[in-house]
């Protein structure tokens, strides 16, 4: 059974910084691309970052370049998100799944939030 953890949201303040973790199992993790999602009342889930197998290669929103870095750790099965420089857009909840541009489970968890206000 496919599961997704995530964990590390809360309150910041603009400016600031957090590091999400997302734990998954049931998938054999280092297999895969792994990407991280936010949503906001009333929208679409939209991609954040990606990262592909073995570190490759990585990809980014232009709303979150330069401030977003997105890594995993094949030994633990979790992928991470730093997120620096917090602004009050980044304020949703995150999530993470598996694929580079896509979800590739129908599976989610339950997401972490983030709240950036001052």
């Known amino acids: 059974q496919v599961q997704f953890v995530e964990s590390g949201g809360g309150l910041v303040q603009p400016g600031g910084s957090l590091r999400l973790s997302c734990a998954a199992s049931g998938f054999s993790f280092p297999s895969f691309d792994m990407s991280w999602y936010r949503q906001t009342p009333g929208t679409e889930r939209e991609l954040v970052a990606g990262i592909s197998t073995q570190s490759y290669g990585k990809n980014w929103a232009d709303s979150v370049k330069g401030r977003f870095t997105v890594s995993r750790d094949d030994e633990k099965n979790i992928v991470y998100l730093q997120m620096n420089n917090l602004k009050t857009e980044d304020t949703a909840v995150y999530y993470c799944?598996?694929?580079?541009?896509?979800?590739?489970?129908?599976?989610w968890g339950q997401g972490t939030q983030v709240t950036v206000s001052a």
């Open positions: 799944n598996a694929g580079y541009y896509r979800p590739h489970f129908d599976s």
